[in-house]
């Protein structure tokens, strides 16, 4: 075969082309995304409890949600959150359950107890859920001429439809501005007089706006329908309606109250560089692609600037793909001056154009024709695929300098250039074949690995299995072709002359003499190393041992932050706060922002969840334009958010205005919620002392003030009332009924039917609320007592049970060493039975991928000493060659340790990469060796021999997967260093201990090998 294709090279350009071809066409169908897509099988149920507590959502809704949801088969755990007026439970399922059906069988579930709920909350939403999704980007409009209510009403009636359109785009969030409603605000001391109470009022506008069908009338052939026309035409009417009390006489609805068309009650406030604004979230679906979306809202921008009323603006505040498009495209920089470095090193080492010509085009025609399958497995092009591509460069050319190199010496024999590639070719196809395989076997392991880190890093190795095979295609065809065909027979005595044709000779001589050199230093450290064979495996051990005092300095995470131009300032305020309040506190930050010569723009959004919380984003200039990092202006800012009085601040890395999940996370459980918040206040000042943490916050808030009615159930029942009429009735009051609705233009607006604010203030207004009892109208509170109290926050549920969740976010180390710092100070506590702590959250995810990723390595070192078993055909010589890997693991840590990096699953990730990479430098060693000692050879001239041949080739080839790396030392994402980090370590190590370890551990097993044969 490999004779077919280096005598025909029209016929081997075009089999390569072929892939080449398709992985063209393939690039155009890759969408470009910032993480590979990973199935989370979690569906969410959420449900609105209007006027409830948190206490009363979790006993009348979700813990018997939970309850129906725990019989299902296959679920992980159970999470709930509590709070005022709704609550949510999240179920989530193993990671081998099917989404879609474990979303049935939730759905039948809840619709199988919807009648055991109570009849006041709105129908649960039930719906699969992405941990990962976030907004792609954030707009906002504002106007000079429209008030609040105009505006968000122009947005959500005009704007939203518009960008929801836009393919790809899941729904639109609009946050900010003031929404339209029919306002009937009562006087409770006019009703008293009329008789009447807020449920007359309600049913009277609901049995008068109806539009009721009347049927058809027929005469002769024709037919008219009839319809009987009675809704709202205007605010006007409303006001105008006639009432009729219960003491019979008639009145206009507007003599006992104020018809207002108005808004809501301001529970959200969004504003951009401190204007109030109203913005919009645009949420992807699943599958969608966030950089197409954005380029389409680039696009069509100026079409939506033209549909805005005189006075009006839309701006972005926020574009999520900013970093990924920034981030994509220097990694591709990355592998472009890592495959120029690449080729750099193989002139260096030849001084040939044409041999560096033909050993280099392996890489772009392996990544390209990669793309293909890449794109036929339904990949994108995201940080693991083309970290894949980045870090593999090294490789891919491996095998081609191999093939290369022995068609020289075929050539240096005399051979045609024919003859040569042929015969060159079939000599090594052997080692090729073990060579990559041992690269197979490596990332065989790592493309099947289980859990989290398993959908993350399956598109990793297969890409790199994927590359790995193109390149021994190239190899076995187009290299071999090309040396028969470029390549000459070597005249030596124009060897290293200078030519216009290869002007930079001069550079590969001086590293042939550098070559020379290092070879000649190597030779006496080979000559101490077999004088004094002891000292040399003492040496290795001492450097194993001195690895004890820098492993506590190396930090474990499960995913590291990076720099994405953007800092999060989260608020929460004292439980009970308006949104008044939360304002100015957001003011304050806003100014401080302002102040930072790095920030762009500020956007803020008040009452995502609840007007006690609020999210600051402040948008910084690109990196590339920046002095200071964001962890610098973070602890800028830190001083400064400590001294914003009554509130509860984090500064976070990026855009993070959902959820509550901290660096590290911490469930404190127990029987006893008393005390469990104790434990928990104790743990929280632990932390706060250890001095690791920018902030800590527990899920338990000092709960805040309530008023509470007890009613009497004598004069309840004397009274001829339910303990139903008279909740309603404070509620309704209170809250307001918002059960009718206002149609106009064919849209709908609530009409909210309460008492004037000024009658709802303070606790002694309660006398005003009446109720219609058999006895006629009595204020409600003759029918009970009232007493002040404290209502429970949030409550949150694992597994059914009550928890109390601790977030930290660290200023300095990694959460690894931090949770070991925190164990040693929770052991001083005293924990009463039953009572305890759990890590959960990232905490979780980093022990599942430190399991699965010790599984994938320990499978590939197996797998590798099974094939080199099967190469060498022996059991004892593959010893020497798997102790290469222990080795480099000695420049892995060290190189963690000097370079600042952390243990995360790119790290790991890349420790298992070296498994299949330092084991070839021995290989190469070793074979050449054991070849010599076939032929007669002593063992320890042998292995100077194989040591002193392939000392080239090992130094180039290492250089070569370490140069192909080197970019990603700089990237600006931690995974990418953190893995460049790994590779270059582990390699400088394999190279050095390839030389002095390897050689003397093969000569204590080859001696035990005779004995036995003795």
Known sequence: MIEFFVKRPVTTIMFVSVFIVLGIVSSFNLRVEKEPKINFPIVTVTVVY?????????????????????????????????????????????????????????????????????????????????PLLAPVMDLVVSSDTLDGRELYEFVDKKLKDKFSSIDGVANVDIYGGKQRQINVILDPALMKRRYITIFDIVNSIKAKNKNIPGGLLKKDENTLSLRFMGEFESPQEIADMLIKSRDGTSFQLKDIARVEDSFKEVETIARFNGKDVVGLSLNKVSDGNAVDISKEVYRRLPEFRRLLPPGCAIEIATDTTEFIIDETNQTYLNIIIGIVLTIIILYLFTGQISLTFIASIVIPTSIISALFLVDVSGFTMN????????????????????????????????????????????EVATAILASTGTNLVVFAPIASMGGIIGQFMKSFGLTVIYATIFSLIASFTLTPMLCGLLLKKNKKEKKNRFSILNPFIWLHIGTDNVMHMLKREYERIFKLMFRFPKMTIIFVLVCFYSLKFIMPYIGSEFYPNSDEDMITVKIEMPQGSTIERTLKTTEIIEKRFNEIAEVESVLTDIGKDGVENAAVVANLKPLAQRK?????????????????????????????????????????????????IDLS????????????????????????????????????????????????????????DDTNIYKESGEEYDINVELDEKYTEDFDDIKQINVITSKGLVPVVELGVIEEGKSTPMIRHRDKERVISI????????????????????????????????????SEYEKESAKETGKAFLLAVILTFMLLCAIMNSLLFPIPILFSVATSFIGVFYALFFLDQSINIASMLGMIMLVGLVVNNSILLLDYALMKIKEGIPVKEALWLGASEKFRAIIMTSLAIILGVLPQLWSIVPLKSAMGTVMIGGMLASILFTFIFTPVLFLYIYRLKQLFLK
């Open 50 to 130: 209007p006027g409830a507590t948190p206490v009363e959502v979790e006993t009348l809704v979700i813990n018997k949600i939970e309850d129906v949801v725990a019989e299902l088969a296959e679920i992980d755990k159970i999470e709930s959150r509590s709070f005022e007026n709704f609550g949510y439970v999240t179920i989530e399922f193993l990671l081998t359950s099917d989404v879609n059906i474990k979303f049935i069988e939730v759905k039948d579930k809840v619709e199988a107890i919807l009648n055991d709920l109570p009849e006041d909350i709105q129908r649960p939403v039930i719906e699969k859920y992405d």
């Open 383 to 426: 940080m693991m695929t083309l970290l894949a591509m980045a870090t593999s460069l090294g490789t891919l050319i491996a095998n081609a300098i191999v093939i290369v190199e022995n068609v020289l010496v075929h050539l240096d024999r005399g051979d045609d250039p024919v003859k040569a590639a042929i015969s060159g070719t079939k």
């Open 628 to 676: 200071r990092g964001d962890t610098d202006i973070i602890k800028e800012l830190i001083p400064f958010m400590a001294q914003v009085p009554d509130v509860n601040i984090n500064l976070e890395r990026g855009e993070a205005r959902g959820g509550l999940e901290g660096d590290i996370s911490i469930n404190v459980y127990g029987p006893d919620y008393q005390k469990m």
């Open 681 to 736: 206040r104790m743990m929280e000042q632990k932390m706060r002392e250890s001095g690791y943490f920018r902030s800590v916050k527990s899920s338990y808030k000092v709960p805040k003030k309530e008023i509470r009615f007890i009613p009497d159930q004598d004069r309840m029942v004397e009274y001829g009332l339910t303990g139903v009429e008279a909740g309603s009735s404070i509620r309704s009051s209170v809250y307001g």
């Open 807 to 842: 977030e930290g976010y660290l200023a300095k180390s990694t959460s690894g060493y931090v949770i070991s710092v925190l164990d040693k100070a929770f052991k001083e506590l005293s924990f009463d039975e039953g009572h305890g702590y759990k890590y959960v959250g990232s």
